[in-house]
C-alpha cells in the first residue's frame, strides 16, 4: 500500500457506510495535507465532534484500523 497520500486519497479507500460519512465530514482545509496510514487521515479529516455521527463513532473506528 502505498503510503504518504492526501487525506481525501486514503478516505476513498474505506468501506461503507464509513467513506461516504468520511467525505461527507471532510474538512475542506485538509485538502491537499497527506498522511502516512488510513489511521492518521482519519484523525486529521475532520472534527470528530462536529459531525453527525460524533466523536464516540469516529474514536471507535479509529481504534479499530
Known sequence: ???NK?????L??????YKAQAIKNFDKK?????RGSLA??????????DSN???EYWSKF???L
Open 30 to 34: 485538509a485538502r491537499g495535507s497527506r
Open 1 to 3: 500500500m502505498e503510503k
Open 12 to 17: 476513498n479507500e474505506l468501506p461503507k457506510p
Open 40 to 49: 492518521q487521515a482519519i484523525h486529521g479529516a475532520f472534527i470528530w465532534s
Open 53 to 55: 455521527e460524533g466523536f
Open 6 to 10: 492526501t487525506i481525501r486519497q486514503w
Open 62 to 64: 479509529y481504534h479499530s
